[in-house]
């Protein structure tokens, strides 16, 4: 595949997929982004500067009937979907864009996968990864070639609202072994390594990428050396006892995501999600920033 061939990205709006059509043009891909109809304010801002480097945007939406969401992949040839949410846009949203992907004569689709690694893992393990489990069985029998690109668990989400580090009161809490290895990487990064995976013609299967692999000791060492601040590092429990407070907290709660960020930790520190192998070096043009980088940068 050659940067002439164009590309055609769901979830454009949403900070991943912004990132992935701004690392497309970057390498002088002819992009085109689907924005809903209505879109407004800084989303649709972002993607309308990118205008002036090329971008092509139309309207339409994942549950549109397959020949209008066709007539909007057009013709691209790679699909990517950053999509983020629930199970109408994650399952029968990206089926729907198969479909559609398909009739418009597509070749190749990368589906918005980016987490820790999903073919390691049960249905019921984690119901967001569920899902994404779900679509690719839904369609699995597309004649596009499916390429997922799959990140661990973002440096954002680690700092940030995950729940494991608590800024103001000085500690960095973790379930389970304290050594066991994870794979982290920046959003951005995830961005890079998914638009040289969408613009490598010899990609195939499953990409696995990291920006480092860090215990939860490393992770909280590095935290300390990037801040210079002394953080409290916390056993919550075993990961036997953090698997039993999902389920305390599933029987108690009608909405999921009150633990769906559990369920990831637990995935993480168990290793059952951990990555075998790591594909860094087929794009070693992708230089992903190293967590303490991040932090130093202000990222937190």
């Known amino acids: ?8 990205v769901a979830g454009a709006t949403g900070l991943l997929g912004g990132r992935i059509v701004a690392a497309l043009l970057d390498q002088g891909a002819a992009v085109r982004a689907l924005v809903r109809p209505g879109t407004e304010g800084d989303k649709k801002a972002a993607l309308t500067a990118l205008e002036a480097r090329g971008l092509e945007l139309v309207e339409g939406d994942l ?6 969401l066709a007539a909007a992949v057009g013709d691209a040839t790679t699909v990517i979907s950053a999509v983020q949410g629930g199970p109408d846009l994650i399952v029968d949203g990206q089926v729907n864009l198969v479909r559609a992907a398909e009739r418009a004569g597509a070749r190749r689709f990368v589906p918005s996968d980016f987490a820790v690694d999903i073919t390691k893992l049960d249905d019921d393990d984690n119901f967001m990864i569920g899902w ?7 369609y699995g029998d597309t004649s596009l070639e499916v390429l997922s690109v799959l990140n661990g668990a973002f440096y954002e989400v680690m700092v940030g609202f995950m729940g494991i580090v608590d800024w103001e009161a000085g500690t960095v809490s973790h379930w389970g072994d304290a050594d066991q290895p994870l794979d982290l990487t920046s959003i951005t990064d995830t961005a890079a390594f998914t638009a040289a995976v969408a613009l490598d013609p010899e990609a195939k299967g499953t990409q696995r990428f990291a920006g480092e692999v860090l215990s939860m000791r490393q ?6 050396r990037a801040t210079g601040r002394t953080l409290e590092l916390k056993n919550l429990g075993t990961a036997e006892e953090l698997r039993a407070e999902i389920t305390r907290r599933a029987a108690a709660s009608q909405n999921p995501f009150d633990y769906v960020g559990l369920q990831y ?15 860094n070096a087929k794009y070693p043009q992708v230089k992903p ?5 991040f932090v130093r940068e202000g990222h937190v």
Do not use: N, Y
């Not at 595949?1 to 055609?8: A, E, P, Q, Y």
């Not at 992770?219 to 300390?224: G, R, V, Y």
């Open 265 to 279: 930790q637990w995935c993480m520190v168990t290793g059952k999600a951990k990555f075998d192998t790591l594909d």
């Open 219 to 224: 992770f909280h060492q590095t935290l300390e």
């Open 289 to 293: 920033v190293s967590l303490e980088e």
């Open 63 to 68: 549950s549109d009937p397959v020949e209008k």
């Open 1 to 8: 595949m050659t940067t002439t061939s164009k590309i055609f």
């Open 132 to 138: 994404r489990r779900q679509a690719a069985a839904a």
